[in-house]
């Protein structure tokens, strides 16, 4: 029953991004820090928006924005990482006009802090912002405005959530199979907190670099 409801999460994740889809898709993955990220596109407009861009592949964003002749409004992060440096700094260089967003909440520097209940509108399109702290304070959902998908970042992940014990505080699946399924989301209060207080992770290893260089938006100009 999970493998056929996430086929179906493929299938219309497929849907939506297909070459008659009215939004354009593209997934994106990063091994390092095994973050996935998100180009949506508006086909008519051409303007796009990019949500966790990394430093390290955002020459590759870039060319992808390029290539599909879109104009890259926004580089938008659904919190402050502690796993890798943002691109979005580095991507208000490489493509000019593009700003840097990220929740007022998280403490960071960016062109644009949103709030809970604001959207970011790119051509027909907008991304509803839902704030869902937990993993840190500033973390929040990014919901399309016809409620076909949402990006989650690492609030909630697929069987799982993102931890809470610093900061203060598959790629595809949906909120019903999650509800049912994830063997967090179906504690109670006190069963969750207890989870979550003892599951003994080790500190990331890009912390002490990536959260000092994400408050700051990441790199604003490419190295020389």
């Not at 299938?11 to 180009?39: D, N, V, W």
């Not at 000092?212 to 490419?222: D, F, I, K, Y």
Request: with cysteine; net charge negative.
């Amino acid at each position: 029953m999970a493998g056929a409801a996430l086929r179906a999460a493929g299938r219309q994740l497929s849907q939506h991004s297909g070459a008659a889809a009215p939004i354009l898709l593209r997934q994106m993955f990063e091994p390092k820090s095994c973050t996935y990220t998100y180009l949506l596109g508006d086909r008519e407009s051409r303007e796009a928006i990019l949500i966790d861009p990394v430093l390290e592949t955002a020459p590759r964003d870039a060319q992808l924005v390029k290539e599909l002749g879109l104009r890259l409004l926004y580089a938008v992060n659904t919190h402050c990482h502690a796993d890798h440096i943002t691109g979005s700094g580095l991507l208000r260089s490489l493509l000019p006009g593009c700003q840097s967003v990220i929740s007022r909440l998280s403490g960071a520097q960016a062109d644009l802090h949103i709030e809970d209940g604001q959207s970011i509108h790119f051509g027909h399109f907008a991304l509803e912002t839902r704030a869902s702290p937990g993993h840190t304070p500033g973390c929040v959902t990014f919901v399309l405005n016809d409620h076909s998908m949402a990006f989650t970042g690492d609030a909630l992940l697929i069987r799982g959530c993102g931890r809470t014990d610093f900061q203060q505080g598959l790629t595809v699946s949906t909120v019903e199979e999650e509800r049912t399924l994830n063997p967090r989301l179906t504690l109670s209060c006190e069963e969750f907190v207890k989870v979550m207080d003892n599951l003994n992770l080790p500190k990331p290893q890009q912390i002490d670099f990536a959260v000092p260089a994400n408050m700051r938006c990441g790199v604003q100009t490419p190295p020389s």
